[in-house]
């Protein structure tokens, strides 16, 4: 793979709204691991907070973040973030995202949990995959972006793999690029950059249930982990309260909170609503609260799901503003303007990630993280309800203000080691590694999931151990494919996330333990 300016690791909101801006300062390769527009960002339904007209302010904004933050949120990213966000949307609509208007011409804004306002931009239900096409379009178009589909980083370049130590205590650790592997020539090639940017989004798969497509590993996470990068917050792992409850499925459908902002209400079996039991806000509370108040209501009454009643809404609130969501529940037979829609709460988000500072930078040098892979302090505990594409926009706009400034005078480095592959042989019982990847699931969501205990982490990090055994002596002596090297990614971002849930010794937003509980 020839030498670029940048080398950018993802093809959702944030690697392509970095790309878009970088762009103008060098020229920028894209690597995606599937086809460019399977990602998260995608499936986004809510769509973007931001505070657009009176009486919402920013401050009304910072207050409900730090609110569903459980105040652990950097308040000085909160302020960055929240005080730019109008000119990171101007971005999107230039590029030519459609949000939609009312009919007086002003944005049509929804509202999520934890909202004290009306201030989600969306299109339709399907925001994120507006937003995915546009840029898309954009990207795929400009002289200066070039985008590589079906390309998966297998890992970071770094003085390691010139021969040099480093350690997790070293301070003067550099990125260089990344080993890159084609699935076609099964080749493992090295692709040497000024800077990198990690944009690998979410890490959803590592639980059994998720809302997140099958791309999203902790790829970038379990990277800059073996590079000896900070990684921060792993334990603050988002379930949504309402997915589709259609255990035959993965990814988890989601059934966006924005229907509970337009009044939809959550019920037990009996068709009582129950949330005030649980918080004044009732079905519209932050997700920690719902997502743990449904598990205590499966448990209470012994069924896998509760409902969410939406029919109410009547029909034209559907066709108009959730066509998607009424289609696909008509296709697994529920019509939810009669019917109750069956939900289960699904892992959805990590708040935590590869540590980076206001510019984006990590704390190995030349290398960006991005989007949902990078903890840039605005979530805390638990992540306000559509604030995630807009952090993607404010921190790759910023990384890329802060590169432009330093793309001239960093050179390629010389003398990468080429990969070895020596002594791998083709590993013919890809059986072990599709029953690896379901006992993780197994484990991280029986034992790591939203109520979690002492025992049930230490059970869950021996059981583990195990796992990182059999898969690295698997690794070490097969020759390379994409799902061994997804394993290995989901065992490392496992490890991570127990590590630091066993660390925090008490109940805070979406870490909650039977053994701290008076501390929520
Ligand atoms: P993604 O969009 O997930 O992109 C990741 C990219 O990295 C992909 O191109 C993937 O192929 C690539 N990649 C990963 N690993 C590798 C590798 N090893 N090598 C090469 N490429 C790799 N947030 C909101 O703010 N509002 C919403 O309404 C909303 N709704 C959501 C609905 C759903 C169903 C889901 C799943 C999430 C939702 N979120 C929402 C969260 C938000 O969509 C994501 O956090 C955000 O889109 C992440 O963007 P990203 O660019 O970081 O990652
Ligand atoms: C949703 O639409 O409910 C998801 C919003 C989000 O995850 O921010």
Same mark, same amino acid.
């Given at each position: 793979m020839a030498e670029t300016d940048f080398l950018v690791i993802g093809s959702g909101i944030a690697g392509l709204s970095f790309a878009l801006k970088a762009c103008q300062y060098g020229k920028v390769y894209i690597i995606t691991?599937?086809?460019?527009? =399977?990602?998260s960002t995608r499936y986004a339904q809510g769509g973007i907070a931001t505070v657009m !007209? #009176?009486?919402?302010?920013f401050e009304k904004h910072i207050k409900d973040t730090m609110t569903a933050g459980c105040e652990l949120s950097d308040p000085n990213i909160v302020r960055i973030t929240i005080y730019e966000s109008q000119d990171r949307v101007k971005d999107l609509v230039q590029w030519g995202v459609d949000f939609d208007k009312t009919n007086t011409g002003k944005y049509d804004l929804g509202k999520e949990g /934890? +909202?004290? =306002?009306?201030r989600v931009l969306h299109h339709k239900d399907t925001t994120g995959l507006e937003i995915q096409q546009k840029l898309y379009q954009q990207a795929k178009t400009h002289p200066q972006i070039k985008i590589l589909e079906n390309y998966f980083a297998v890992e970071l370049l770094t003085q390691h793999h010139l021969g040099k130590e480093v350690t997790k +205590? $070293?301070?003067d650790i550099e990125c260089y690029g990344a080993y890159v592997y084609n699935p076609r020539t099964k080749l493992v090639e090295i692709a040497l950059a000024k800077c990198v940017v990690v @944009?690998? /989004?979410?890490?959803? %798969?590592? !639980?059994? %249930? *998720?809302? %997140?497509? $099958?791309?999203? *590993?902790?790829d970038g996470v379990a990277m800059v982990h073996r590079a000896k990068g900070a990684i921060r917050g792993m334990e603050f792992v988002q379930f949504h309260p309402?997915?589709? !409850? +259609?255990?035959? =499925?993965?990814?988890a459908f989601l059934i966006t909170e924005a229907l509970r902002g337009a009044g939809a209400i959550l019920k037990d079996w009996h068709g009582n609503e129950f949330m005030h039991k649980y918080d004044?806000? /009732?079905?519209? @509370?932050?997700r920690d609260i719902v997502s743990r108040a449904i598990d205590n209501e499966m448990k209470i009454s012994g069924e896998d799901h509760v409902y969410l009643d939406a029919?109410?809404?009547?029909q034209d609130v559907f066709f108009t503003h959730f066509p998607n969501i009424y289609s696909k529940c008509l296709s697994v037979g529920i019509d939810a303007v009669k019917d109750m829609i069956p939900v289960v709460p699904a892992a959805h988000y990590?708040?935590? /990630?590869i540590t980076v500072d206001e510019w984006g930078r990590?704390?190995?040098? %030349?290398l960006y993280a991005l989007g #949902?892979? @990078?903890?840039?302090?605005? +979530?805390?505990a638990n992540r306000l309800a559509s604030n995630s594409l807009l952090e993607s926009l404010v921190f790759s706009h910023r990384a890329c203000e802060d590169a432009r400034q330093k793309i001239n005078s960093i050179h390629f480095v010389q003398g990468i080691k080429p990969w070895n592959a020596e002594g791998t042989v083709s590993n013919e019982e890809m059986i072990l590694v599709t029953q690896s990847i379901r006992e993780l699931q197994s484990i991280m969501s029986n034992y790591v999931g939203i109520v979690r205990s002492n025992l049930r982490l230490q059970r869950a990090f021996d059981r583990l151990n195990i796992i990182y055994r059999e898969t690295e002596m698997l690794y070490q002596r097969s020759t390379l494919t994409i799902r061994i090297c997804e394993l290995r990614n989901m065992v490392a971002t496992a490890y991570l996330i127990i590590r630091e849930a066993m660390k925090r010794k008490e109940s805070l937003g979406l870490h909650y333990s039977i053994d701290y509980p008076s501390k929520n």
């Open positions: 691991k599937s086809v460019a527009d =399977e990602t !007209y #009176e009486p919402d302010t /934890g +909202h004290s =306002e009306f +205590h $070293s301070t @944009a690998t /989004g979410g890490i959803g %798969n590592v !639980y059994g %249930n *998720t809302t %997140n497509p $099958s791309i999203a *590993t902790g309402t997915a589709l !409850y +259609h255990p035959t =499925e993965r990814p004044p806000r /009732g079905s519209l @509370a932050p029919r109410h809404l009547g990590s708040c935590g /990630g990590t704390t190995i040098a %030349n #949902e892979c @990078a903890s840039t302090g605005l +979530h805390g």
